[in-house]
């Protein structure tokens, strides 16, 4: 399967939950599934994705999420202010996630779903990172 074989495999259910609000596309560069919406929609859109992936950081609250998160999002979880990451639960190594992004001019928004990095998690133990996490 390919990327985009395999993020329509995994994220049926997300693809499913909004196609009837969104069009979906593949972004060939970013390898992700791609729905780009006016801000309308964005209530019915924020709705059904919270229904479908749970779990939610945004730029305050990804400062405290597992470092697993992090890693399975890569490149998504560093957030800006109004972006969003969408997941199932973490503890079960979800194979897709979201993100919500907002575009700047605010008349747009899109989300991308996309697959999770797959190489094996390996936690930090360095005293400085130990730090770090007690300040974020």
């Given at each position: 399967m390919n990327e985009e074989e395999k993020i329509q495999t995994y994220g049926k259910e997300v693809l499913e939950a909004l196609s009837s609000i969104v069009k979906w596309k593949y972004d060939d560069f970013h390898k992700v599934m791609l729905a780009e919406f006016s801000?309308?929609?964005?209530?019915?859109v924020l709705f059904?994705?919270?229904?479908?992936?749970?779990?939610?950081?945004?730029?305050?609250?990804?400062?405290?999420a597992p470092d697993q998160a992090k890693h399975y999002a890569g490149q998504f979880s560093k957030l800006v202010k109004q972006q969003k990451?969408?997941?199932?639960?973490?503890?079960?190594?979800?194979k897709v996630m979201a993100?919500?992004?907002?575009?700047g001019h605010g008349a747009t928004v899109s989300v991308r779903l996309f697959l999770t990095d797959t190489s094996p998690y390996v936690p930090k133990t360095g005293i400085i990172h130990k730090l770090s996490r007690l300040f974020a």
């Open positions: 801000v309308d929609k964005q209530d019915q059904t994705l919270q229904q479908t992936l749970p779990v939610c950081w945004d730029v305050k609250t990804i400062k405290k990451l969408f997941s199932s639960n973490i503890e079960r190594q979800p993100a919500w992004w907002p575009w």
